[in-house]
């Protein structure tokens, strides 16, 4: 900091021990060898916002006799802590009824997460609960997930749609994320997963799409319940040409594209994502060196979900060559009853450092600055920078790499949405 001149605030956060912070360009992901580029302070850091937003970043000395304080201002003094971003989850399935233990039970003694698909099982059996569930019970269920996200610092969080698979059960959904949104502290920002699995009652896959062509876009992006849509490309749900035709129409709605692919086959998945220009490619547990090449050569992230591979005994998804190649890489929970039955980023971090070989730095970047880029609010979020949203995790820890390091007790103490106070361990 060096202006003298007067700087407002609402929130104070002083004496922090250490703050680390992804860096690079305001909106710019962290892509290739610049994705472990984060600056760590250590020493009487303070971080003051206004409105939300935050207004200063820097040393007591630096900042504190410029700080006008607003009546009721809050002050948080952490003397010992440690500051990173809120962290920001790209991609959870948080939404959903029901739960999957006696298919996790059945996968314990051998049976394949596909295998149970393809007999009616898994998404579908949490399809067929999620339709028997209200609205309201869908909003109770949603919001208590997103305050058990809050708890391990993710202060963005998305969540899919895609357990109805009918017109009226997905929009339930949307509305639902929507509603549970309201009185969660954490910013939410819904996906529209029509295509998540072919319905059992549907005529055809194809005319299912139609169903999500022809009535869901439109009530999408005309009501906002979602600027954002998704498919699961893999063998046994839709194939390429499928996914071209839903992907097309949604972009014609204005509507941003996301993929699920590479899980189990490469069957063209990737090359559709860069082809239209998606955000994203999620999963990449089955993509080759040469898949690795051409999503590093674009502006596609592949979103690695470490998690859904240690559950489901795949390969690890290849963070660490896409990395090396000049890709841009993010991580996220892929929170869902089936594959990924965890809601911790900091879980997520550690299996980026232990299975991908991924640096602490490198996956912090990977659920800050990289996962706000594949939302769309890279601009706003993923840093502690003035100009940024006021979302900030405090930690009780010696160092900010205990994110990564601990395993299920990472330290979370304080968490900061948009400037305000919204938990407190
Ligand atoms: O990202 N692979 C497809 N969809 C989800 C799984 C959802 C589920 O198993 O319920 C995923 O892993
Ligand atoms: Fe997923």
Redesign the pocket.
Known sequence: MSTSERISADLVICRLAQLATPGGETGQPLRGPALGNVEVHTGDMWIAAYAGEIVAVGHGHEIRDLLDLDDGAVIIDAPGLVAVPGLIDCHT?ACFAGDRVDEFDQRSRGASYEEIHASGG??LS?VRATRAASQADLVTITRRHLAAMLEHGSTTIEVKSGYGLDVDTETAMLRAIQEASYDSAAHVMATYLGA?AVPEDAESADAYLKVCIDEMFAEVAEWGLSDCVDI?V?RGAYDTEQARTYLEAAREHGLALRL?GD?FAEIGALDLAIELGARSI??LEATGPEGVAKLAASDVVGVA?PV?ALTLGRPMPPARALADAGGIVALAT?F?????PCDSLPAVMHLACTQCHLSPAEALSAVTVNAAHVLGIGERAGRLRVGQRADIVLLDVPDWRYLAYRLGSEGVKHVIVEGVWALEG
């Open positions: 399935h898994g998404i949490t998540h699961f893999e699920h899980q999620d999963h979900l859904a892929d869902n009853p089936g594959s990924s």
